[in-house]
């Protein structure tokens, strides 16, 4: 019964041009501070359900903002599952796009691990779950935690 809000699409929509575009154009840099842009707007609201990039939680200012007023989920999956999920997207993945993409999961995970475990106040492994189990599983745990409305 929430609005559903994807930080990429806002980027995209703010900048004028695809995340790969933004990429290539501009730089990580450039992607990154309307990363902080679109989260600030995004956070003033309530009754929300955000889905952030992956590196979203690398900004401790983002962090802080969503802490506000939101829960943070915590979404894991293995290397070759999420290859598997990103190979099915239409867009590529900018920072995906390397001769070893299974590898640069492995780096990044490993990278952004500890900003993720920190950001999060649920985190659920989705490797062996669909889309429904992932979203039960979140409903369920948001009802057991008494502090959120």
Known sequence: GRKFV???????????????????????????????????????????????????????????RLRKSARMVYLTASPGVILKRVANEEEQRPLLEVDNPTLAIREMLSFRKPFYERAADIKIDTSKLDINAVSEQIISKLKEDESFN
Do not use: M, W
């Open 6 to 64: 994807e930080l990429d699409s806002l980027i995209e929509q703010k900048a004028g041009k695809s995340i790969p575009d933004i990429f290539q154009q501009d730089g990580e840099t450039a992607f990154r501070e309307l990363e902080v842009e679109v989260t600030k707007e995004v956070s003033k609201d309530r009754n929300l359900v955000i889905a952030c990039g992956g590196g979203g939680v690398l900004n401790k200012i983002n962090i802080e």
